[in-house]
């Protein structure tokens, strides 16, 4: 008579299956880094590392989202033809291409006519938020990663209350988890206020779900249509983690490009709630001379929408590259793009910051620092506070500030939206800006930076083979 196999032969003989069977799953639609990262973790721990891969391993939306993206790209088209005939933008040269690939990408074209104010003071950008809801007549619409309950958040709570009793229809979109601290009482306050408020990407055990680290990053706000704000800044105490103090950088826009904030807008409040709010999204008058183009990117989208544009602009640099990012964990194509930029003759600055907010990160993009410095990239890292800011200049050509860290996440798994500046006011506002950046930070010496323990080596490297899931 045969035996039957015992408990340990049988967990032996389910190991192998998984690891086999991963190996042809784990690849399919990834990039290699992280299929490589996937494989590895399944090899070792092949059961736990399937329950995870099950978790957070597809970066895909679901299937019903999908269909209500596609649903919404007559209302996206619209917008964009109106806002071409309105307002289109005069571009030549390598602005004229960096349009067109953006329109490609984002499906929302570049306009003329704009006034832009780039605001890197804290408070200022939630006073002129405020200032600009009590003068709201219509509608506000406010999209933020964070929305505290907080002293901060509650002057914006105010004012949205304030202008729902003027009978000013005014809509909230807040991340659960990046305001998991306070999603219950800030909801509770804007609900008592008056104000429609939706959970983006709620997790749901009941249908097909999304994966709960794939989060709608954006922070856009949008007044009456004709205001629109983009940048890094969420609404909540600049020093909301103890210790730690930050630094932001928001671009306040009026004309024709904030009939693109609007429909970003729109389309996620669709996307959550199948409601669409504006069937057709006015075009503001121009109110300046300022040419501005709106990426947004997603995993809605067939294609990274700021990893591909950054990309290939870092490849085509003549002179200088500024990048300022509180993360940075960049994919092969980018730390190639950037490595042959220096041996082109390009002088290419990153910045980031001193101040640590998130370890695992930390470690993993400081891996990165030697490879870089060796290749000739400047790195500085600022001083005294957290530089949340996300910008992005390429010679005095193109200026961007959003909401999109440069690193594997931003990239490819959440919801950002990018404020490209394509004429020389612009960029030029956005140099003023990152030279205050640069003058407020240390660069670091490659010999020193080689000096450190071999301790905090041996966390670099570790933290660095789980970066692609970053």
């Given at each position: 008579m045969t035996a039957l196999p015992s408990i340990g032969e049988i967990y032996y003989a389910a190991e192998w299956i998984i690891r086999l069977t991963m190996l042809a799953v784990v690849p399919l639609r990834r990039s290699p880094a992280a299929a490589a990262s996937w494989l590895l973790l399944i090899f070792f721990l092949p059961i736990p590392g399937l329950v995870l891969f099950l978790a957070i391993g597809s970066p895909r939306f679901p299937h019903w989202r999908a269909a209500r993206f596609e649903r919404l790209k007559p209302f996206v088209a619209d917008v964009?033809?109106?806002?071409?005939?309105?307002?289109?933008?005069?571009?030549?040269?390598?602005?004229?291409?960096?349009?067109?690939?953006a329109d490609r990408l984002g499906r929302l074209p570049a306009t003329s006519g704009n006034a832009v104010e780039l605001i890197d003071d804290y408070e200022a950008v939630i006073d002129r938020l405020v200032a600009d809801i009590d003068g709201a007549r219509r509608h506000v619409r406010l999209l933020a990663y964070i929305f505290a309950d907080d002293a901060t958040a509650g002057k914006v709570i105010a004012a949205l209350g304030r202008a729902v009793d003027r009978g000013v229809?005014?809509?909230?979109?807040?991340?659960?988890?990046?305001?998991?601290?306070?999603?219950?009482?800030?909801?509770?306050?804007?609900?008592?206020?008056?104000?429609?408020?939706?959970?983006?990407?709620?997790?749901?055990?009941?249908?097909?779900r999304t994966r709960r680290d794939m989060r709608n990053h954006r922070k856009l706000?949008?007044?009456?249509?004709e205001i629109g704000y983009a940048g890094s800044q969420n609404i909540v105490a600049r020093d909301f983690r103890p210790g730690v103090v930050n630094r932001e950088l928001v671009a306040r826009?009026?004309?024709?490009?904030?009939?693109?904030?609007?429909?970003i807008f729109v389309s996620d409040w669709y996307l959550e709630t199948e409601e669409l709010l504006d069937a057709a999204t006015a075009v503001p008058p121009r109110t300046g001379a300022a040419t501005l183009q709106v990426l947004p990117s997603s995993a809605d989208y067939a294609q990274e929408g700021f990893q591909t544009l950054m990309t290939w602009q870092v490849a085509a640099a003549r002179r200088e590259i500024v990048i300022v990012t509180p993360y940075l964990v960049p994919d092969e194509g980018l730390l190639g793009a950037l490595k042959t930029a220096v041996l082109r003759g390009v002088a290419v600055h990153v910045v980031v910051s001193a101040v640590v907010d998130q370890w695992l990160v930390s470690f993993a993009q400081s891996s990165y620092y030697d490879e870089l410095l060796s290749s000739g990239v400047h790195i500085h890292r600022y001083r005294d506070y957290l530089l949340h800011a996300k910008a992005v200049r390429v010679d005095d050509t193109l200026g961007i500030v959003g909401s999109s860290n440069v690193d594997i996440r931003s990239f490819r798994l959440n919801e950002e939206v990018s404020l490209l500046l394509l004429d020389h006011d612009g960029v030029q506002a956005l140099r003023r800006i990152?030279?205050?950046?640069?003058?407020?930070?240390d660069e670091i010496a490659l010999d020193a930076w080689r000096a450190r323990s071999g301790a905090r080596?041996?966390?670099?490297?570790?933290?660095?083979?789980?970066s692609p899931l970053l």
């Open positions: 964009a033809a109106r806002m071409r005939q309105a307002a289109p933008a005069a571009a030549d040269g390598m602005v004229r291409d960096i349009v067109a690939l229809a005014c809509h909230v979109m807040v991340d659960p988890v990046g305001s998991h601290r306070w999603i219950k009482g800030t909801m509770r306050a804007l609900e008592a206020s008056g104000v429609r408020v939706r959970a983006v990407l709620p997790f749901r055990l009941w249908r097909e706000f949008i007044v009456d249509g826009v009026t004309g024709p490009a904030v009939a693109a904030m609007a429909a990152q030279d205050a950046y640069l003058a407020a930070s080596k041996l966390v670099e490297n570790g933290a660095r083979l789980v």
